[in-house]
T-cell receptor, first 112, second 116 residues
C-alpha cells in the first residue's frame, strides 16, 4: 500500500535560520497537503499542491511538489519562534477516497 | 463560531469502561473523519463518513463504533477501554472527499483520552 514518509522527524533550529522538511510517497500522488500542529493544538491546513512541479509561497514558507508528484518539501526561511510545532504532509490514498495518509511529521523546535 | 467542535476535551477513565466522544461541524461539509494521534504524534485515520454513510473503516478494533446521526455529527463510542487506547482523538471534516479536489480538512480541538 501507499506510504508517506517524512524526514527529518525532529528539527532543532536557531531563530533566524532556514530549514526544510521533506515528504516522500511510494506512489504518485494526485495532490499533497501540508498541515501545522502547534504544541497542544490541532492540525491546521496550510496548503494543497496539485500540479507537477508546483511551487507555492506563504510569506516565509515555500512549498514544492516534485515533478513526478511523489515528493514534496516545505522550506521555512528566517525561522521564528512562532514556527514551533509539528508539520505534517498528507496524501490521498490510491485505494480509498478520502483516506488521507499523514506522514509522521517533523517536530520543529526553535531556540532563540 | 467554532467550525469543528468535540466534547469532551479531556477524558480520564478506568480500563474496561465504555465512553463516547462527540463531534459536530457547522461548515456544511459532507465528509467527517476520526483520527487517532499517539504519543509520537503519528496521525492515523480510523473512520470516514460521507453523508452519514461509512466509507472508510481502517483496521480498528470493533470496540470502536462510530455513529453519524446526521452529516453534521460524527460520534465515537469505545467499549471496554484498554490502556493502549490512550491517545488524542481528532474529529475532522472536509467539503468533499474525492482525491484531486480541494478537500482541506478542518480538525476539531481534539479529545485527550487517558485510560488508567
Amino acid at each position: 500500500g501507499q506510504q508517506v514518509m517524512q524526514i527529518p522527524q525532529y528539527q532543532h533550529v536557531q531563530e533566524g535560520e532556514d530549514f526544510t522538511t521533506y515528504c516522500n510517497s511510494s506512489t504518485t500522488l494526485s495532490n499533497i497537503q501540508w498541515y501545522k500542529q502547534r504544541p497542544g493544538g490541532h492540525p491546521v491546513f496550510l496548503i494543497q499542491l496539485v500540479k507537477s512541479g508546483e511551487v507555492k509561497k506563504q510569506k516565509r514558507l515555500t512549498f514544492q511538489f516534485g515533478e513526478a508528484k511523489k515528493n514534496s518539501s516545505l522550506h521555512i526561511t528566517a525561522t521564528q519562534t512562532t514556527d514551533v510545532g509539528t508539520y505534517f504532509c498528507a496524501g490521498p490514498g490510491t485505494d480509498s477516497w478520502g483516506k488521507f495518509q499523514f506522514g509522521a511529521g517533523t517536530q520543529v523546535v526553535v531556540t532563540p | 463560531d467554532t467550525a469543528v467542535s468535540q466534547t469532551p476535551k479531556y477524558l480520564v477513565t478506568q480500563m474496561g469502561n465504555d465512553k463516547s466522544i462527540k463531534c459536530e461541524q457547522n461548515l456544511g461539509h459532507d465528509t467527517m473523519y476520526w483520527y487517532k494521534q499517539d504519543s509520537k504524534k503519528f496521525l492515523k485515520i480510523m473512520f470516514s463518513y460521507n453523508n452519514k454513510e461509512l466509507i472508510i473503516n481502517e483496521t480498528v478494533p470493533n470496540r470502536f463504533s462510530p455513529k453519524s446521526p446526521d452529516k453534521a455529527h460524527l460520534n465515537l463510542h469505545i467499549n471496554s477501554l484498554e490502556l493502549g487506547d490512550s491517545a488524542v482523538y481528532f474529529c475532522a471534516s472536509s467539503q468533499v472527499m474525492l482525491a484531486g479536489d480541494s478537500n482541506e480538512q478542518f480538525f476539531g480541538p481534539g479529545t485527550r483520552l487517558t485510560v488508567l
